[in-house]
C-alpha cells in the first residue's frame, strides 16, 4: 500500500484485508477506530471514506518522518 489515497477514496474493508492478507473483521475494527479519530468517515450500511486529515497531522501525531521514497542512510 503506497499510501497515496486521497481525501473522500472509497475504502473497501474486504478488499483492503485481501491486500494486507488478514481477515476482514480486524480491518473493520481499524476502519472504526479511525473513523473515532477522524482519519476516515463511515456512512452505514458499509461506505468508508478516507478523511480530509493531512500527512502534516500524522506526521506531528506519531512523530514519524515522512516517508519519502528513497532510501536512507
Do not use: Y
Not at 23 to 40: E, K, N, Q, T, Y
Not at 66 to 72: N, S
Amino acid at each position: 500500500m503506497s499510501g497515496g489515497l486521497g481525501a473522500g477514496t472509497h475504502l473497501n474493508a474486504e478488499n483492503l484485508a485481501r491486500k494486507l492478507g488478514v481477515s476482514h473483521i480486524p480491518v473493520r475494527a481499524a476502519l472504526r477506530s479511525l473513523d473515532a479519530d477522524g482519519w476516515v468517515t463511515i456512512r452505514p450500511p458499509q461506505a468508508v471514506f478516507r478523511g480530509m486529515r493531512r500527512e502534516q497531522e500524522l506526521v506531528g501525531l506519531f512523530g514519524a518522518p515522512r516517508r519519502t521514497g528513497g532510501a536512507t542512510t
